[in-house]
């Protein structure tokens, strides 16, 4: 009996580039390299690290990280055109494993009304670009945008020009989340039959989840000889996002013997990089997202938990220490040391040198003395604070508050800066926060215009932390404050005061106001 072996499925990351693209999830150069590190850790095949004709900062961001993160390929972004090609080999030069990605809508809808090329020219300038790329470097992907609305016979003739010219890989977008993964299936099973050059590259595919089918194509396509897979952490991307790394995993090693494939990753990494990721970009992940979702291995049902307890198989597909999840609830609280502090910021994806731990633990015993229990959400959410502390910063000592339902007396708030404090009271605002951060405008001397606040829970029960996110603008510019806190009105004034120092240090969203 011959036992067949499973396909290796090439993993290859977005978060960097299309899942930036998601509104208001830029992010800065430190936290890209937290999370390039992070997908290190995890296993990913390709890390996609930006566009780097799109700014100085992607520039930046793909440069440091192809010359400090290693462990993965890093890719940058390109359009056909020579100035993004050569930006981009700028700015992956000095990494060690490298891959150029140019891309060309093919559909005749772009054709059409976005490019306004013809056939031909989109084959010479296809051509053309994966050419130029490949004078750079030897890993090239080539994607025809909107291949799942392309012709067929077009596709073909496009496909197969670019594994000529040198595309080591050619991956096929469902740029607009249109196909359907019966439709998608065919288009893969008709390039892998109808192109001739085809074992000549790696088939990969980058699926859209505007009906919520992207994990669904791509699975279909890996059914039809796709070899890559691009995704991202917890679906992040342009609009209702790109196929999620983690479910798409998953999928892939618990029907295992259904797909006969694999990949690289390192599960147990899941749970931790989907945090950071949330973490960083501000984007909540739902309770019941399959795989990382805090509900996605909770039971209430009596029917279920009697079952699980006579035999988990019952009701869990997957065990929930095989994605990160803690199964034996390690609980911190005030009697715990830094070690198992340390150990608990790791599983959750944090590199923290040993100063940064002792920052950390000072805020989590005043935290543990507060709360009974600390989750992890409450540590990420000490370990954000502190990371997004600037040096020489604003720093919030005490404020009070006079307030009856509708009406505010008097905000007082003092501040410290460099040792010294200073105190401004205030008694406008349509509400206590309001008028602190008044407050703290007539002491900063920042003014700004509130775009987006929000205060979430960053654990369980009723004394979990309030975690605050806000967007301010500033001289038409957007900055971006987090702050946590017991006291939820604290929370705010953390995440403003916060924004504000990011002002000073400006350190924008790379965000032009009203950009979105
Ligand atoms: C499906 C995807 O996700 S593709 C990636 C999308 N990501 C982004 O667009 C984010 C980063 N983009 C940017 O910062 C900017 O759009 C830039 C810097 C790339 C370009 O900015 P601008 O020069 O101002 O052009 P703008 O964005 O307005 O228009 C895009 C231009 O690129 C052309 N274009 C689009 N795709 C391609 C391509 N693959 N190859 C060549 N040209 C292209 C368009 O036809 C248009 O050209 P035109 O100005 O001659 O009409
Ligand atoms: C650049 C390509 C791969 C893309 O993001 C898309 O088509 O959605």
């Not at 603008?473 to 971006?480: A, I, K, L, T």
Request: net charge negative; charged share 25%; proline share 2%.
């Amino acid at each position: 009996m011959t036992t067949k072996m499973p396909r290796k499925i090439t993993i290859f990351d977005t978060t960097l580039r299309d899942g930036e693209q998601s509104p208001g999830c830029s992010m800065n150069l430190k936290e890209k390299l937290e999370v390039a590190q992070s997908l290190v850790d995890l296993g990913v095949d390709v890390i996609e690290a930006g566009f780097p004709i799109t700014s100085i900062g992607d520039f930046e961001a793909v440069r440091e990280i192809a010359g400090t993160v290693s462990g993965a390929t890093i890719c940058g972004l390109a359009r056909c055109r020579e100035a993004d090609i050569d930006r981009a080999w700028e700015a992956l030069k000095d990494g060690s494993n490298t891959r150029i990605h140019v891309f060309l809508a093919t559909s005749a809808i772009h054709r059409e009304f976005k490019l306004r090329m013809d056939k031909e020219e989109i084959i010479r300038r296809a051509v053309e670009g994966v050419k130029r790329a490949k004078s750079y470097c030897d890993d090239i992907e080539f994607s025809p945008e909107d291949a799942a609305r392309t012709e067929h016979d077009f596709l073909c003739q496009v496909v197969e020009a670019a594994i000529a010219a040198g595309a080591t890989t050619v991956n096929i977008p469902d740029t607009v989340g249109y196909a359907t993964p019966t439709q998608f299936a065919e288009v893969i099973h008709m390039l892998v039959n109808r192109v001739p050059n085809i074992d000549q590259t790696v088939l990969s595919v980058h699926c859209h989840n505007d009906l919520g089918l992207a994990v669904a194509n791509s699975l279909a396509a890996v059914e039809n000889g796709a070899g890559q897979i691009e995704c991202t952490i917890n679906g992040l991307g342009e609009r209702a996002g790109n196929c999620s790394l983690e479910e798409a995993v998953m999928a892939l090693r618990t029907r295992s013997d259904y797909y006969q494939a694999e990949t690289g990753i390192n599960t147990q990494r899941l749970v931790p990089i989907s945090r950071l990721v949330s973490n960083i970009t501000g984007m909540v992940v739902q309770r019941n997202k399959a795989i990382v979702g805090r509900n996605a291995f909770a039971h209430e049902a009596g029917i279920h938990q009697d079952g699980m307890l006579k035999e988990p198989t019952t009701y869990e597909i997957m065990r929930p220490e095989d994605v990160g999840f803690t199964k034996t609830d390690l609980v911190l609280g005030k009697h715990s040391g830094r070690a198992a502090l340390a150990d608990r910021s790791r599983a959750l994806g944090y590199h923290l040198t040993d100063e940064q731990v002792d920052a950390v633990f000072v805020d989590f015993k005043k935290l543990a003395d507060k709360k009974k229990e600390i989750y992890d959400g409450d540590i990420a959410a000490l370990i954000e604070q502190r990371n997004t502390e600037i040096g020489d910063q604003w720093q919030l000592v005490s404020y009070e508050i006079q307030a009856t339902s509708g009406l505010v007396r008097q905000a007082k708030i003092v501040l410290s800066r460099g040792g010294q404090e200073s105190e401004a009271t205030n008694s406008e605002g349509d509400g206590p926060l309001d008028a602190l951060f008044l407050a703290i405008e007539k002491i900063t001397g920042k003014s700004v215009v509130v775009k987006d606040f929000r205060v979430q829970s960053a654990s369980r029960g009723k004394d979990a932390q309030g975690e605050s996110l806000i967007e301010v603008e500033h001289n038409g510019r957007v900055y971006r404050g987090r702050g946590a806190s017991t006291d939820t009105v604290e929370a705010g004034v953390r995440a403003f005061l916060n924004a504000i120092n990011r002002i000073e240090a400006g350190q924008d969203t790379n965000k032009p106001s009203g950009a979105v």
